[in-house]
């Protein structure tokens, strides 16, 4: 699991360097009019509405986007109307992948997910292929040079936290929650000034899969491919690659 989150938090590192892409601001404009939506356009009481708005800040959204986006989904102003959906399936060496969407036509979105898949030596799944994989833990993030671990470890477990982690070689602390305590922890550490790299309720799997460095390629290719539309918000995968081909993909990109 370790690897994992190594890989996971330079995945989002990555993304965040790549966060200049046009499409960057309309997926989290969808996160919160959807979060808006289902729990009300008060961050206070809304506790998943709140961590998108951070997210949103975090990536220098206007504060005008944000406040429409809010207003669209508590239905102060109109807009269109974005379902969730999870579409499963498996990528080159037989990764496991799992693609979170926010769509306002689920048959086109399918229709163009599954050719991602296919186009790139995969194949979409049916529901629940590859979900048993998996497992939804809240993740919550912390730069190492910027925050105490013993500090962190008191917060995090006094507010329900599973486990608290540090990555030497990172320089990062993960905390790790069930999903019901990740809103409590996430504002425990938010309250006692933390500052936070990440931090979302995420599918993190049970196993991960190492694959080959060529194979690796292949994989990166299909997750940028995936991350690229515009429908998707998250894509969760169970493939483990080596730093050397990690580093090489990194300085081609």
């Not at 709140?50 to 239905?75: F, H, L, Q, V, W």
């Not at 102060?76 to 990528?91: A, K, Q, R, S």
């Not at 163009?112 to 799944?125: A, P, Q, S, T, V």
């Not at 515009?230 to 081909?245: M, R």
């Amino acid at each position: 699991m370790a690897g994992h989150s190594k890989w996971a938090n330079r995945v989002h590192r990555k993304n965040r360097q790549d966060a200049k892409r046009s499409n960057a601001f309309s997926k989290l404009s969808r996160m919160i009019a959807v979060a808006a939506r289902d729990g009300g356009g008060d961050p206070d009481m809304n506790p998943a509405l709140r961590t998108y708005i951070d997210k949103a800040k975090d990536a220098e959204m206007p504060k005008d986007n944000i406040e429409r986006a809010i207003k669209m989904g508590s239905g102060d102003i109109e807009g269109v109307t974005y379902e969730p959906g999870l579409y499963e399936g498996y990528g080159p060496a037989g990764v496991a992948l799992m693609v979170g969407v926010l769509t306002d036509n689920s048959q086109r979105t399918v229709a163009d997910i599954r050719n991602i898949f296919k186009e790139h030596g995969g194949n979409l799944g049916v529901a629940g292929c590859v979900q048993w994989m998996f497992e939804s833990k809240g993740v919550v993030v912390l730069p190492g040079d910027q925050a105490d671990l013993d500090e962190v470890f008191m917060i995090a477990v006094d507010a329900g936290a599973e486990d608290v982690v540090e990555d030497e070689e990172e320089n990062t602390i993960e905390v790790q929650t069930e999903p019901k305590q990740f809103s409590a922890v996430y504002d425990a550490l938010k309250a006692a000034g933390m500052p936070t790299e990440r931090a979302e309720v995420t599918m993190i799997p049970t196993a991960t899969n190492p694959v080959s460095d060529q194979d690796a390629a292949r994989v990166i290719r299909l997750l940028d491919r995936l991350n690229d539309h515009e429908d998707v918000q998250q894509v969760h995968s169970n493939f483990e690659i080596s730093d050397e081909a990690l580093d090489a993909l990194e300085a081609a990109s």
